[in-house]
Nanobody, 124 residues
Framework: QLQLVESGGGLVQPGGSLTLSCAAS????????IGWFRQAPGKEREGVSC???????NYADSVKGRFSISRDNAKDTVYLQMNSLKPEDTAVYYC??????????????????WGQGTQVTASS
């Protein structure tokens, strides 16, 4: 069993930055790929970024060059550094854990554990 808790969301002006954290508790955190997803009001949930067990990173086209994902297995934590935030980045952000031996992906049905979400709002 793995528990995930997101933090770091908030209100920021367009062009600003936030760093989200996903802290895990339970067993074998380093055995999981971790993904960040977001859901805006009235829209479907979408994958934003993910990081594999070995540290391979993937980004959605909409955030490439602005967001950066990293993991610290010693702290059982994954981070999402978000720069140059845009109003369209406004959403509830979720982290999730996936058993994946070959990398990571955005198939949310493959993620067994989810956090409760944290709100990110980019608005003036």
């Amino acid at each position: 069993q793995l528990q995930l808790v997101e933090s770091g969301g908030g209100l920021v002006q367009p062009g600003g930055s936030l760093t989200l954290s996903c802290a895990a508790s339970g067993v074998a955190f380093n055995a999981y790929a971790i993904g960040w997803f977001r859901q805006a009001p009235g829209k479907e949930r979408e994958g934003v970024s993910c990081i594999s067990r070995s540290g391979e990173k993937n980004y959605a086209d909409s955030v490439k060059g602005r967001f950066s994902i990293s993991r610290d297995n010693a702290k059982d934590t994954v981070y999402l550094q978000m720069n140059s935030l845009k109003p369209e980045d406004t959403a509830v952000y979720y982290c999730a854990a996936q058993i994946n031996f070959w990398g990571c992906n955005y198939d949310d049905k493959g993620y067994a554990y989810w956090g409760q979400g944290t709100q990110v709002t980019a608005s003036s």
